[in-house]
């Protein structure tokens, strides 16, 4: 998964609480995702960020926030998390055209 | 809107038997079709993609055909190994007027291969 970077790997929260996920790029591409996994679901879109400066909404996007900080870096922020929100996240990059995504290696987080 | 379909998992084989996973499409326009494969505790990587209709994409002795007259994009392999243990995610990306590149998964199909 070289080229994105996530932290952190893994991570335990209460109900209630809040945290932030990292993502940072080196590649320079301009799009940048966030998906959540869950079993028998495939990945989910949660928000994406099609340029530095912009964001929208995906699939899934309620109780969650995001911020693409500048072109190499899109966090994802959960204010009030919830236990349905124990998922794997992963954030994907890609560029303009016909290309696949790069992903990288993914958070688990776990809300109890 | 667009969507992909996969074959229900799990799929388990021995060693050296023929793979096929099924996967299909529904979508406007001209679709990217992409396949991507997840070992355990790890992230998704791509594994072979095609862009256009008839074209075949391979990699690492897989294959796929870009099948428009059926929307499909079946994944292939003639003798799997305990290696090829992992769950694989067809996916398509059809950028259509707005640009944003958004990729499209199906649900995943989960492989395994004894030995």
């Known amino acids: 998964n070289a080229g994105v970077t996530q932290t952190p790997k893994f991570q335990v929260l209460k109900t209630g609480q809040s945290m932030t996920l990292q993502c940072a790029q080196d590649m320079n591409h301009n799009s940048m995702y966030w998906y959540r996994q869950d079993p028998g679901m495939g990945l989910r879109l949660i928000y994406y960020s099609a340029s530095e400066g912009t964001t929208d909404k995906g699939e899934v996007p309620n109780g969650y926030n995001v911020s693409r900080l500048n072109k190499r870096e899109f966090s994802l922020r959960l204010e009030s998390a919830a236990p349905s929100q124990t998922s794997v996240y992963f954030c994907?990059?890609?560029?303009?055209?016909?290309?696949?995504?790069?992903f990288g290696s993914g958070t688990r987080l776990t809300v109890v | 809107g667009n969507s992909v379909t996969q074959m229900e998992g799990p799929v388990t084989l021995s060693e050296e038997a023929f793979l096929t996973i099924n996967c299909t499409y529904t979508?406007?326009?001209?679709?990217?079709l992409f396949w991507y494969v997840q070992y355990p505790g790890e992230g998704l990587q791509l594994l072979l993609k095609?862009?256009?209709?008839?074209d075949k994409g391979s990699n690492k002795g897989f294959e796929a055909t870009y099948r428009k007259e059926t929307t499909s994009f079946h994944l292939e392999k003639g003798s799997v190994q305990v290696s090829d243990s992992a769950v694989y995610f067809c996916a398509l990306r059809s950028d259509g007027s707005s640009n944003t590149g958004k990729l499209i998964f199906g649900q995943g199909t989960t492989l395994q291969v004894k030995p």
């Open positions: 994907a990059i890609t560029t303009t055209g016909r290309y696949g995504y790069t």
């Open positions: 979508a406007t326009g001209y679709p990217s």
């Open positions: 095609a862009t256009k209709a008839d």
